[in-house]
Nanobody, 126 residues
Framework: QVQLVESGGGLVQAGGSLRLSCAAS????????MGWFRQAPGKEREAVAT????????YYADSVKGRFTISRDIAKNTVYLQMNSLKPEDTAVYYC???????????????????WGQGTQVTVSS
């Protein structure tokens, strides 16, 4: 089993920044993708940013390109999401996710994630 614990959410004014962290513990697997997803009230969950095992490849939703940066520290089993120039429409619960085994799926594919964190609320006020 893998446990994912997110932190770093909160309330911020539009234009501000937040950094989310997701620490993985338990049995982790090499070559697996990790990603950040979000779900706003009344909306479907969407992928925000994903990253390869090595960190060399990333994927971003169009809505966050140029504002968000995903990174990971393999030694610490931690993935980060730096969010800058936040907008009210970024308000959502943000979830961290990873695969239970190497699937070889594209970073742009939302399927294949087996483990999810409990989520952290991000609220951006206008």
């Amino acid at each position: 089993q893998v446990q994912l614990v997110e932190s770093g959410g909160g309330l911020v004014q539009a234009g501000g920044s937040l950094r989310l962290s997701c620490a993985a513990s338990g049995r982790t697997f090499s070559r697996t993708r990790m990603g950040w997803f979000r779900q706003a009230p009344g909306k479907e969950r969407e992928a925000v940013a994903t990253i390869s095992w090595s960190g060399d490849s990333t994927y971003y939703a169009d809505s966050v390109k140029g504002r968000f940066t995903i990174s990971r520290d393999i030694a610490k089993n931690t993935v980060y999401l730096q969010m800058n120039s936040l907008k009210p429409e970024d308000t959502a619960v943000y979830y961290c996710a990873t695969e239970s085994y190497y699937t070889g799926l594209s970073l742009a594919t939302e399927s294949g994630y087996n483990y999810w964190g409990q989520g952290t609320q991000v609220t951006v006020s206008s």
